[in-house]
């Protein structure tokens, strides 16, 4: 069974960075693909960015001059660091990971909780 752990500071200034960091119960780079989503109360589950094993990435439109998805193998991580964060940025990260085979991510972690500070 993969394991996913989402971490990071669960409080972060407005204005200020982001950094989350997944970890696995397997290597990252052993993925298909890896990706953050994010989650607001009431509203459905969006992706914020994704990387296949090669490294390409893709990431939302409306995120991706502030979101920024890496990989580092040596700490087998998935990490997602963002700057600039707003208000809408307050909601659930989860990492999510998609094995060989499998149709799209099948494996998710638990989420993490940021709230923006004014």
């Known amino acids: 069974q993969v394991v996913l752990v989402e971490s990071g500071e669960g409080v972060v200034q407005a204005g200020g960075i982001l950094k989350l960091s997944c970890t696995t119960s397997?290597?990252?780079?052993?993925?298909?693909?890896m990706a953050w989503f994010r989650q607001a109360t009431g509203k459905e589950r969006e992706q914020v960015a994704a990387?296949?094993?090669?490294?390409?990435?893709c990431a939302a439109d409306s995120l991706k001059d502030r979101l920024r998805i890496t990989r580092d193998d040596k700490r087998n991580t998935l990490d997602l660091q963002g700057s600039g964060l707003e208000r809408e940025d307050a909601v659930t990260y989860y990492c999510?990971?998609?094995?060989?085979?499998?149709?799209?991510?099948?494996?998710w972690g638990q989420g993490t909780q940021v709230t923006v500070s004014s």
């Open positions: 999510a990971a998609q094995k060989d085979g499998e149709a799209g991510v099948d494996h």
């Open positions: 397997e290597r990252v780079s052993s993925f298909a693909a």
């Open positions: 990387m296949n094993r090669g490294g390409d990435t």
